[in-house]
C-alpha cells in the first residue's frame, strides 16, 4: 500500500464545492511550516479539495516535531524530521522556501526576503514566536539545539559533578510543560546513577502547571514532591550571577551549581501585519482574524493567545481553515475557537496524560491519567495532522 493510499483525504471536496461562486480555484497563502500551518493546508484541502489552491511559504526545509525535542540530552532517538518538501507533494501544495518580510494588505500581496511577491484570496499567517534568552548565567532552553545546549549538563550530573540545579520559568511564557519534564527526567537519571541531587523549580504560575485546573495542578504537584523536586510557584526571577537566583516576592535568593531556564516568547511584529498586543504578537478574534486587515487570518505562537502549544495552535489553524473556506463559498460560519488542551507529561518513567478546556486562563474539567483520553494519543493532538504523521510512520515502518 502506498502512504497516498494509507491516509484519507480530501473527504469532504463534492459536499461543500458545489457552494462555490467561482471555478476559479480559491488562492489561500500559508507562511510558516509549523504545526499551525500543516495543520491549516490538511484543514484547508479537506473542506475545499481542488477547489483551493494552496501555498506554503516556509523559512526552512523540515518540520521537527518539536515537543519530543526535550528528551534528546537523555540520549534517546532524535525527534522526528520531516522534508516539508515531501509533505507538500502528499498533500498538494505548492511550497517556497523563503522568509516572509512584509504584507502589503492593500493590494494582497506578501513581499519575501529574496524578493518574491506573492498575491492571495486569503493568508494565513502562522509565523510562530520568536525566542529570546530573558537571563544572563543560565543555560536557555532552545528546541532546535537542546541536545546540544544541555547534554554535558546531564553527564556531569551523572558523573555528581553537580549536585544542586534549578529550573527557572520567566514572566513572559508560553508553555511551562518542558521544564517540568526536564526536572523530572532529570531526577530520574540522577536516581538511576544513585546520585544525590536538589532539584527547584521556580515558576511565576501560581501552581504546577496550574493551566490545567486544580485537579491536574495537584497530581502533578504530588508528583514532584514524590521525586523530591521543590516547587517556588508566583516567583519572578532574576539571575544576578551565576548560581543566584532572586526571587521575588519575598526577596529570596536560591544558590545552586547550575540554572536553567525557559526562553522569553515574542510576536513575530512582521512589517504591515497590526499589532495591538505587549511583546509584538498578532491579535486575532474568536475565528483567528486578524483586527484591522481584510482577508488575513493567523494561528498559533505567532497569536495574541497566551497560551504557546501545538494543540492550541491546531484548534486555531482548524478555526482559521474554515472561515477561510467560509469566505471561498465552500463552507457554512466556522464556530468561534474554544480551546482544550491534551498533554503528555515525560517523567524519566510512565508518561501522564493532561486534558483541560481553557477558561480564563486557567484549565477547567481537568483531568491527569495514565492512559490517554484522546486518539492518536501523540504529543500535539490535531484534528488532521495527528493521523497524517502517524499514517506517514506507519507506512514508513512498513516499508
Known amino acids: 500500500m502506498s502512504f497516498s493510499d494509507s491516509y484519507p483525504h480530501g473527504h469532504n471536496a463534492i459536499a461543500v464545492t458545489s457552494a462555490s461562486p467561482s471555478n476559479e480555484p480559491f488562492n489561500v497563502l500559508i507562511v510558516g511550516g509549523g504545526v499551525a500551518a500543516l495543520e491549516a493546508a490538511l484543514a484547508l484541502r479537506d473542506l475545499g479539495g481542488t477547489r483551493i489552491r494552496t501555498t506554503m511559504l516556509a523559512r526552512g526545509p523540515e518540520f521537527v516535531y518539536r515537543p519530543m525535542t526535550v528528551r534528546e540530552p537523555f540520549d534517546y532517538a532524535l525527534a522526528q524530521r520531516h522534508p516539508l518538501e515531501r ?45 529570546h534568552p530573558r537571563f544572563k548565567h543560565v543555560l536557555t532552553i532552545d528546541d532546535k539545539r537542546i541536545d546540544q545546549l544541555l547534554h554535558g549538563l546531564i553527564q556531569d550530573v551523572e558523573g555528581g559533578y553537580v549536585h544542586s540545579l534549578a529550573f527557572i520559568v520567566p514572566g513572559r511564557m508560553g508553555w511551562p510543560l518542558p521544564i517540568y519534564e526536564l526536572a523530572l527526567m532529570t531526577a530520574a537519571r540522577a536516581y538511576d546513577m544513585n546520585v544525590e541531587l536538589s532539584i527547584t523549580i521556580a515558576t511565576p504560575e501560581d501552581a504546577p502547571l496550574a493551566i490545567f485546573g486544580a485537579g491536574a ?23 544576578p550571577g551565576p548560581g543566584c537566583v532572586a526571587i521575588n516576592p519575598g526577596s529570596r535568593e536560591l544558590h545552586v551549581d547550575r540554572i536553567v531556564a525557559m526562553p522569553e516568547l515574542h510576536g513575530p511584529s512582521v512589517p504591515g501585519v497590526p499589532l495591538g498586543s505587549p511583546g509584538g504578537f498578532i491579535p486575532v478574534d474568536a475565528r483567528c482574524k486578524v483586527a484591522g486587515v481584510e482577508r488575513v487570518y493567523a494561528a498559533g505562537d505567532a497569536t495574541d493567545f497566551a497560551i504557546k502549544h501545538g494543540g492550541i495552535a491546531a484548534q486555531q489553524a482548524d478555526v482559521a481553515a474554515q472561515a477561510i473556506a467560509a469566505l471561498a463559498g ?65 507506512a514508513a515502518s512498513s516499508g
Do not use: N
Not at 514532584?224 to 526571577?237: H, P, R
Not at 508518561?351 to 495514565?370: F, N, Q, R
Open 330 to 394: 465552500l463552507a457554512g460560519e466556522p464556530e468561534p475557537f474554544r480551546p482544550d488542551i491534551h498533554g503528555i507529561l515525560l517523567t524519566g518513567g510512565k508518561p501522564l496524560y493532561l486534558s483541560a478546556h481553557v477558561t480564563g486562563g486557567h484549565g477547567s474539567s481537568s483531568e491527569i491519567t495514565e492512559a490517554p483520553t484522546w486518539s492518536p494519543a501523540t504529543k500535539i493532538a490535531a484534528k488532521y495532522l495527528a493521523p497524517y504523521l502517524e499514517a506517514r510512520e506507519r
Open 217 to 239: 495542578s495537584d497530581a502533578v504537584r504530588q508528583l514532584l514532591e514524590e521525586q523530591g523536586i521543590s516547587t517556588i510557584a508566583s516567583a519572578y526571577c532574576e539571575v
Open 87 to 131: 509533505i507538500a507533494r502528499d498533500i498538494g501544495v505548492e511550497l517556497r522556501i523563503d522568509s516572509f518580510k512584509w504584507l502589503e494588505a492593500e493590494t494582497r500581496v506578501v513581499h519575501t526576503e529574496a524578493g518574491e511577491q506573492l498575491s492571495y484570496d486569503a493568508l494565513l499567517l502562522a509565523l510562530g514566536a520568536r525566542m
